[in-house]
Structure formats: C-alpha cells, structure tokens
C-alpha cells in the first residue's frame, strides 16, 4: 500500500515537474538560448536544479520579480498570516481607528438591519411553522379529499348544464308550440266570423 502511494506521489511529482518545464521553455523561447528539454535519463533532483537555474536567468531581466524575490522572506510574515491575526498584531491603535471611523457607516447599517430582522424573527420563525412536519399526514388527507370533491364538482356541474340544454331546448319546443297554436286558433275564428256572417 506505501510503494502504491510513493509511485502516485511520484508521478504528481513528475508531472509538475514536466509542467514546470513546459513553461520555463516558453519563456525561454524570447531569450537568445533556448533551454534544452531535459532527458529521460536526468534526475529529479537534476532537473530541479536545471529549472531553477533557468527560473532566475529569467527573472533577472523582469527588475519588480526579482525584487520581490529579495524582499519575499520579509514580506513572508504579511502574506502568510491570518486577517485577524494581522490586524491584532500589526496594526497600530491609529490605523485600526481610522479603519473603524471609515466602516462606521457600514457598521451602523448592519446594526440597523440586524436589529429588523431580529423584530421579524417570530414571524420567520413562528412555532407554528415548525410542525409543518408533523402536519403532512393531515395536509396529505385533505388534499385527496379536495381532490375527490373537485372532480366531484365537476361531475355535477357538467350534469347541471346538460340539464339547462334541455330544459332550454323543451321551454323553445313548447314557445313554437304555442305559437302555432295561437295562429290556429285565430284561423278557427276568422272561419267562424265569417260562417256566422253568411247565415
């Protein structure tokens, strides 16, 4: 299991190394000696040693890298450290009150905000809403029930309507009847006059 996890170590390894070496290559490709591809037979070790050779004969024509380089052990501490840390040891008592001035505005915000959510918090956070859980079942019931009634509903409303169809259909029937009714008795009674009138 060790000699498993010492060759995957190795192989991350290598292929750092190799990505490391592709990139210095590059860069190299503006200067006037391209670096050589290391071989198959050099040593890791070797090949550290190469790139970093290469690395600095890089650097020293940028002036901000290399100077960065001398003053990294110094700036370590200020790039290293936590935000808290750093502003507990240090900042001096001035800078920190003048960061505290600045944020005020910002500080005084927050409260304010803080202190609405706080007054809206029973109503977020009602006892009630908390056993909606145990409510489920219950919800669940009455949700089929709905269900049931609605297609109930639908049934009966469809039912009604036919019967509002023929109910209209009959009170049209009879009207039309009625009036052919009426024009024949008119008709008798035109016959009528007139048979009276000629005895």
Known sequence: MAATSNLVEMDHLELRLRRLEH??????LTSTAR???????SSVVERVVTNKATFHSLTKRVLFIEEFLRNYDHLKP?????????ATDQLTTEAKLE?????????TQVA???QEIQALEKYVNDPAYQQVVQAKPEVQSLLEGHAE????????SNQLTHLLDTYNATVQAISE??????????????????????A
């Open 78 to 86: 200020l790039l290293k450290t936590h935000s808290t840390e750093f």
């Open 149 to 156: 009634q609605g297609l109930a509903f639908r049934q009966l």
């Open 23 to 28: 990139t210095l290559r590059n860069q190299s």
């Open 99 to 107: 960061i505290i001035q600045h944020a005020y505005p910002d500080i």
């Open 112 to 114: 304010e905000h803080l």
């Open 177 to 198: 009847m009625f009036l052919i009714w009426d024009k024949t008795l008119q008709q008798l009674e035109t016959k009528v006059k007139a048979l009276e009138s000629n």
């Open 35 to 41: 670096s050589e591809a290391p071989t198959n037979h």
